[in-house]
């Protein structure tokens, strides 16, 4: 599982548990609340209504029990019809129940008629009122259904001071279980909400989590493909400082690769120049024949030649890959640089008789001078020793979408296939078609790794025509 999804589930389940963590709380405190409200309601109410029943019970001496203008006033109440949308809930029917006791508990009144002349004195809510304390019980009407239970708060009837008897007050659980239920719909609405807007965050902040690792992962694979690229991650935190680690360990290792595999092609490709001095130079002393003499004396320059062309190559590639950008870059007339190469190579040009075909468009571009000429000379040279004697040699300059290209096809025999996976390798390369003689190899490699640094491209292949074709891609310089 990679870290975007690790981070992307872990985000998840934290904000469900949230959720559900805060709607069990927020669930658990509703219905409590709920009820506090309405027993406070309840209160206000039997209150009110024990003052009125105190008054009807005044007018009739000496009967105490009498309560018919609290009946006749709670049939019309009965009675009543309204149309009540409370957020969303809507009331149209009376919902109370109100019974009232003497000073013994006994039932004189019941709003549903059912209990008149009951004993209610072991109530709780009848039994407390009547000591002088606050009386309020839910008792379930059906005691194997929850949903029927009804909240009763009494209030004492009192006359000249004393408790002559009780009202209750009672409403069922089920009146404002709609409020209830509907806040908990609305609720968890809301949460649903949320609970989305979390993963919209989620995506957001796996994404931002990740992205830097994915950037790494991405520098590993270009640094593995050869292709080095500057450290992706920005800042001072702890993903740049890995990066700069890992950055310095790959520097440390490639160097060391990079030493001991330099140090055995070196070795290799040596070999065979210091063997060819050597042998002869053993030979020279004893040799008295004048022109296996001149010839002996040939080989050792030639030899020698090739020896420094070696080390030179080994020395100036080693410059290049040890850079990971560029210093000292300037505004370069590419056209001129290329023209100027070409005036250099006018005695080996002339030397195998080539003709040279060059069209160049003006053309600038920003980089090192020294690098540059390098690699333009190093792809002319290539060029000049793969054309057979009196051939011709294309040069062509062309700016297009911001680029300057640069190519360079000559009219030898092209490319073997089996060499063209290698063609940039150190130290390898194809012999030449007119002596067959190999070069160190070392000049390729210092073509890629010039457009690597100046952000361009270099492509070898064969020209459909014949012959090869050397594509050599630069970024154009940008007005400043």
């Known amino acids: 599982m990679n870290f975007f999804v690790r981070y992307f589930v872990g985000y998840v389940v934290v904000t469900a548990l949230a959720v559900l963590l805060a709607m069990k709380l927020f669930t658990d405190q509703l219905v409590p609340g709920v009820r506090q409200s309405v027993e406070e309601t309840l209160v206000q109410t ?196 890995l990066a700069q680690a890992l950055e310095h360990l790959r520097a440390e290792l490639d160097g060391k690769a990079h030493v001991e595999k330099v140090s055995q092609l070196l070795a290799h490709e040596l070999k065979s120049p210091i063997a060819a001095i050597r042998g002869a130079v053993e030979l020279l002393p004893d040799e008295t024949d004048a022109g296996r003499r001149a010839r002996l004396e040939a080989n050792i320059a030639a030899e020698s030649e090739r020896l420094q062309r070696i080390v030179e190559g080994v020395l100036n590639l080693a410059r290049v890959e040890n850079r990971d950008r560029l210093d000292e870059v300037e505004r370069i007339a590419f056209d001129a640089l290329v023209a100027d190469v070409l005036d250099t190579r006018a005695a080996r040009l002339a030397a195998r008789e080539l003709r040279l075909d060059i069209q160049l468009a003006p053309a600038e571009v920003s980089g090192n001078r020294f690098l540059l000429r390098q690699a333009v000379a190093n792809l002319i040279d290539n060029a000049i020793d793969f054309s057979p004697a009196g051939g011709t040699l294309t040069v062509e300059l062309e700016t297009a979408d911001g680029s300057a290209r640069l190519r360079i096809r000559d009219r030898g025999p092209g490319i073997p296939d089996y060499a063209r996976p290698r063609l940039f390798e150190r130290f390898y390369s194809t012999p030449r078609p007119d002596s067959g003689e190999r070069s160190s190899g070392l000049g390729l490699n210092l073509v890629r790794e010039a457009a690597r640094l100046h952000g361009g491209d270099i492509v070898l292949d064969n020209h459909p025509d014949g012959g090869a074709e050397a594509r050599l891609d630069l970024p154009s310089a940008k007005d400043t």
């Open 46 to 241: 039997a209150n009110l209504m024990a003052e009125m029943a105190a008054g009807e019970m005044a007018h009739v001496q000496g009967k105490a029990t009498s309560v018919e203008g609290i009946e006749a006033m709670f049939r019309a109440y009965e009675k009543r019809r309204f149309d009540a949308r409370i957020y969303g809930v809507l009331k149209s029917e009376p919902d109370l129940r109100v019974y009232v006791t003497d000073a013994a508990g006994r039932v004189v009144f019941d709003s549903t008629g059912r209990d008149v002349g009951k004993d209610y004195s072991r109530w709780i809510d009848v039994s407390r009122t009547l000591k002088g304390e606050y009386g309020a019980r839910t008792t379930r009407e059906n005691e194997y259904d929850g949903t029927s239970s009804v909240m009763y708060v009494a209030a004492p009837i009192l006359r000249e001071g004393r408790i002559v008897g009780v009202l209750s007050v009672g409403k069922p659980s089920r009146s404002f279980q709609g409020f209830i239920d509907l806040t908990v719909a609305k609720a968890w609405q809301s949460a649903w909400w949320l609970f989305g807007l979390a993963m919209l965050l989620a995506l957001g902040f796996s994404y931002w989590m990740t992205r830097d690792l994915r950037r790494l992962v991405g520098h590993a694979d270009e640094v593995a493909d050869g292709r080095r690229a500057r450290i992706p991650v920005e800042g001072r935190g702890e993903l740049r400082r």
